[in-house]
């Protein structure tokens, strides 16, 4: 089965720095999320991207954050400065047109 | 605001037993949903899923009802397998998955042996 595919699977960073988490999701999808979990709480959804614009963001997705798909393969979220509460799984998913969303392993961010 | 709401945290059941997990939701623009079955350090991986216009959906040893009325969903394992041990996330979709899904915060199984 195809793969959505996340580097790294996990990120220490110190608070204030930047961090760019990257995603390669699958190739003929056209529909692109990202998704975090806070340790012990649910999946909550950050972004949506389809026809290389945000489509749908959460209050989540501040002026920190942003979402980028550089070339026709990778798809990233960049977070400005990262803070303490930053610290999550974060999925990256994609999907075709009206079908269920596929997601990857995760990266796990670590803020200190 | 929990639009979708999965009320037991947690469910143990005897491998070879049926599992029934439980998902509620409020919203009703919501037409399409899905469980997902996630495994620590693992990303969410797919399940089963049904549109609004069924009132089930069967896949081997899962199946999925839905009553719109009651704005109620419920996933069934049947038998219940030691491997199926993991957390079962509810999630919903306002229109045919394309769009975001919101999660419900997950119910966990034990399947013993």
């Known amino acids: 089965e195809p793969e959505v595919t996340q580097t790294p699977s996990h990120q220490v960073t110190q608070m204030g720095q930047e961090v760019i988490l990257r995603c390669v999701p699958i190739?003929?999808?056209?529909?692109f999320y990202w998704y975090r979990q806070i340790l012990g709480q649910k999946v909550e959804f950050l972004v949506s991207f389809y026809n290389n614009e945000i489509s749908e963001k959460s209050e989540i997705f501040d002026d920190q954050f942003s979402v980028e798909r550089p070339d026709g393969s990778n798809f990233t979220l960049k977070i400005r400065s990262t803070k303490l509460e930053d610290s999550a799984m974060y999925f990256c998913?994609?999907?075709?047109?009206?079908?269920?969303?596929?997601f990857g392993q995760g990266t796990r961010l670590t803020v200190v | 605001d929990q639009q979708v709401k999965q009320n037991s945290p947690s469910l143990s059941v005897q491998e070879g037993r049926i599992s029934i997990l439980n998902c509620d939701y409020t919203?009703?623009?919501?037409?399409?949903f899905l469980w997902y079955k996630k495994y620590p350090a693992e990303g969410p991986t797919f399940l089963i899923s049904i549109s609004s216009i069924k009132d089930k959906n069967e896949d081997g040893r899962f199946t999925v009802f839905l009553n719109k009325s009651a704005k109620h969903l419920s996933l069934h394992i049947v038998p219940s397998q030691p491997g199926d041990s993991a957390v079962y996330f509810c999630a919903a979709s306002p229109q045919g998955g394309s769009e975001k899904l919101v999660f419900g915060k997950g119910t966990k199984l034990t399947v013993n042996p």
């Open positions: 919203n009703s623009m919501f037409d399409y």
């Open positions: 190739s003929n999808h056209l529909y």
């Open positions: 998913a994609s999907s075709a047109e009206g079908a269920r969303a596929f």
